[in-house]
Nanobody
Framework: QVQLVESGGGLVQAGDSLRLSCAAS?????????MAWFRQAPGKDREFIGVISGSGIRTYYADSVKGRFTISRDNAKNTVYLQMNSLNTEDTAAYYC???????????????WGQGTQVFVSS
């Protein structure tokens, strides 16, 4: 069982940067889990952003954020990060972290989810 809590969301202006955190807890080593970030804008489906392997060596990003967003993790702190640069209004959404033992970019394949943190990007 893994519990996830996101933080770091807020209101920023276009072009700004923001870093989200996802703190994990549970009776297991967080390094055993693949961690991913998704987002969901009002009226839209949940969208894959990126994923990082348990060791942190492997990452993969959606084309919409590639080159702007970076996922990293600190297993000693049980925390995963999403660094977001060059934000634009289309990045406005609720952002969620998710965990699973297997690598995937599909939301329906992740067993554990945080409650989400909201990001608003103004023009």
């Amino acid at each position: 069982q893994v519990q996830l809590v996101e933080s770091g969301g807020g209101l920023v202006q276009a072009g700004d940067s923001l870093r989200l955190s996802c703190a994990a807890s549970g009776r297991t080593f967080i390094s055993n889990y693949v961690m991913a970030w998704f987002r969901q804008a009002p009226g839209k489906d949940r969208e894959f952003i990126g994923v990082i392997s348990g060791s942190g060596i492997r990452t993969y990003y959606a084309d919409s954020v590639k080159g702007r967003f970076t996922i990293s993790r600190d297993n000693a702190k049980n925390t995963v990060y999403l660094q977001m640069n060059s934000l634009n209004t289309e990045d406005t959404a609720a952002y969620y972290c998710a965990a699973d033992e297997l690598w995937s970019i599909r939301a329906d394949e992740y067993d554990y989810w945080g409650q989400g943190t909201q990001v608003f990007v103004s023009s």
